[in-house]
């Protein structure tokens, strides 16, 4: 079965600087990789998704995220933060042919003026 | 775009009583969606898979006679806790996949959750 690990439950970065959020995950099988955004008492909203093709993805609002197949990362990235990006980020993982999703633990990405 | 709706976002209850949460899918049909349940500053755990028209499947651990879910038609699906106790108090949220393509290339929607306290 596949699982997920985000290594940081809190990560704080100020406004404007640079921040990457760490996923990890385990399969035996080829896995599809997602992230997600969850503003408070929201639902999830899709970020960005890797399926196949180009190992690096991006999203329309400057985050990147590189499927890593030898060390099993898919990494959430981006260059300058806003506050607006104040959120929970969850990393999940879909093997290859299923339907639903595992999801990590989530990180709490919490930006200082 | 695609939208999943969600009612209601907030209910509380007394513990015993039963409450209903419904799933829709606003502009497409979803033959098949999936309910979550997160606790606080926790994950998100699969409870069931719901199917249009047959019995939803569960996930281990989770009662199927606590958490009746009926995907009656192609847009709705609802969750229902039965006999509500303070442990169920939590944050459940529905998804719905468009359908498009091969399943799993199509991304999940969510809805924006319910959040169920039991007194």
């Known amino acids: 079965a596949q699982s997920v690990t985000q290594l940081d439950s809190q990560v704080p970065v100020f406004e404007e600087a640079p921040v990457e959020l760490r996923c990890n995950y385990s399969s035996s099988v080829s896995v599809y990789l997602f992230w997600y955004v969850q503003y408070p008492n929201q639902g999830l909203q899709l970020l960005l998704k890797y399926l196949s093709g180009s190992t690096l993805v991006e999203s329309i609002n400057g985050f990147e995220a590189e499927f890593n197949k030898s060390q099993t990362s898919f990494h959430l990235r981006k260059p300058s933060v806003h506050i607006s990006d104040t959120a929970e980020y969850f990393c999940?993982?879909?093997?290859?042919?299923?339907?639903?999703?595992?999801f990590g633990q989530g990180t709490r990405l919490t930006i200082n003026p | 775009g695609a939208v999943v709706s969600q009612h209601p976002s907030r209910v509380i209850c007394k513990s015993g009583t039963s409450v209903k949460i419904e799933c829709r899918s606003l502009?497409?049909?979803?033959?098949?969606m999936f309910w979550y349940r997160q606790f606080p500053k926790q994950s998100l755990m699969l409870m069931a898979t719901?199917?249009?028209?047959?019995?939803?499947?569960?996930e281990q651990g989770v009662e199927k006679d606590k958490f009746l879910i009926n995907h009656a038609s192609l847009t709705l699906s609802t969750l229902t806790v039965t006999s509500a106790h303070p442990e169920d108090s939590s944050f459940y949220i529905c998804s719905a996949r468009f359908p498009q393509g091969a399943s799993y290339n199509s991304p999940l929607h969510f809805g924006n959750g319910t959040r169920l306290t039991v007194t």
């Open positions: 999940a993982v879909s093997e290859d042919g299923a339907q639903k999703l595992v």
């Open positions: 502009d497409f049909q979803a033959t098949t």
């Open positions: 719901s199917n249009e028209g047959s019995k939803a499947t569960y």
